[in-house]
């Protein structure tokens, strides 16, 4: 469940910048929400494996 934890973490910190960069424009904080979103991507990934195995386990 940690890793439930460090998604809402990442979802919490791209609100900001989501924020920032459609409403203010910002374009260094698109930049961060693109980085946010793969590192996003990659932990859902790990945690999708991880699921599997342990399914695959019983």
Do not use: C, P, W
């Amino acid at each position: 469940m940690s890793r439930f934890h460090e998604v809402k973490t990442l979802v919490d910190s791209l609100e900001e910048d989501m924020e920032k960069f459609y409403a203010k424009g910002n374009k260094t904080a698109g930049t961060r929400a693109r980085k946010t979103l793969q590192d996003l991507k990659k932990l859902s990934q790990e945690i999708r494996i991880d699921i599997q195995e342990n399914k695959n386990e019983d």
